[in-house]
């Protein structure tokens, strides 16, 4: 049973790296973009709404795609040999490797998120994770398999984020370097390797990344942006920062955003909806829902109660 497609608004911003990517240009035509962006420079993402029945082949894709059928799904088919592999359906996943051709039988309905990679980017992910070259790190191809850790990700820590509010992007950024991650230890050809552990970061460096998140909560922070300021990769950095502060990145800034909020409410002259733009929240709605989510309160509540 398909699930009633939700009444999504687009919030992409047109012309972004997105569009450079065989597998989205292959459905852009006809398939309904719900949404779309750019995280970072090693990530981007599209979620996608279908009703077709068509043969669609993604030819040599320099990109990584992760694929989770939110919805719908059931009358795809992976179009190998005589006999065309059946499976697809709610919370299925697929796996497609840079530069491999695959051909798919697509029926009826389906709403689709895909998070792409960048082959480049999955060549820094690999030496920064293991220390070796990049060629010698496969991804296979996997079409049709459960992965909980992927779904409840994408469902749960992805989807539901305005895409096109800073406050959000630095998570989107996360989750999709963590997913990133999560390919190389479960799916690559050298799963079985030990990663690189590194300690904390310094209090320096904290010092000097604690200043950058303060002066910049009202941008669209990523990950790739903070972890320059510490001269470490992202993938290093998340795990180092979190070693160091007790909490992820993402939430850390989202918590400062909070805070900074928080002083503002303090001030009757400044409105709600001032006070969202200058913390990074894209409408009063948005500030709402993660203030309130965060402190149990509205931000109007706790304005009252603060005077």
């Not at 090693?42 to 029945?53: G, K, Q, T």
């Not at 829902?289 to 706790?302: C, I, N, V």
């Given at each position: ?80 040999g ?19 051709t695959?051909?798919w ?34 991804v296979?191809?996997?079409t049709f ?67 950058f ?27 180092m920062?979190?070693q ?7 939430k ?56």
């Amino acid at each position: 049973m398909i699930v009633p497609w939700k009444q999504d608004v687009p919030m992409f911003v047109p012309n972004g790296r997105y569009q450079n990517f065989e597998v989205y240009n292959q459905l852009i035509g006809d398939a309904e973009l719900l949404n779309a962006g750019d995280f970072g420079d090693s990530i981007s993402a599209a979620h996608w709404r279908r009703n077709a029945d068509v043969m669609t082949r993604y030819t040599d894709p320099d990109h990584h795609t992760i694929s989770l059928y939110v919805n719908g799904g059931t009358g795809i088919k992976r179009q190998i040999g005589p006999d065309p592999l059946t499976g697809g359906g709610p919370g299925r996943c697929c796996l497609m490797p840079a530069h491999l051709t695959s051909d798919w039988v697509v029926n009826g309905e389906v709403e689709l998120f895909h998070l792409y990679i960048p082959h480049s980017a999955w060549e820094r992910a690999v030496v920064e994770a293991f220390d070796i070259e990049p060629n010698a790190v496969e991804v296979p191809e996997k079409t049709f398999f459960l992965d909980p850790l992927i779904e409840q990700t994408i469902r749960h820590a992805m989807l539901p984020l305005d895409w096109s509010a800073p406050a959000d992007r630095m998570a989107m950024s996360s989750a999709g370097q963590m997913l990133m991650g999560h390919m190389l230890r479960s799916y690559s050809s050298k799963r079985d390797l030990e990663f690189r552990v590194r300690g904390g970061l310094s209090p320096q460096i904290r010092r000097r990344v604690f200043d950058f998140i303060e002066a910049n909560l009202d941008q669209p922070l990523s990950l790739e942006q903070i972890s320059a300021e510490a001269g470490l990769s992202p993938y290093h950095f998340a795990r180092m920062f979190r070693q160091s502060v007790g909490e992820a990145p993402h939430k850390y800034v989202l918590r400062r955003r909070i805070e900074a909020a928080k002083r503002m409410l303090r001030d009757p002259a400044l409105s709600v909806a001032d006070i969202a733009l200058a913390t990074g929240f894209s409408s009063q709605a948005h500030l709402t829902t993660r203030f309130s989510s965060f402190t149990g309160l509205t931000p109007a509540k706790f304005r009252s109660v603060a005077r």
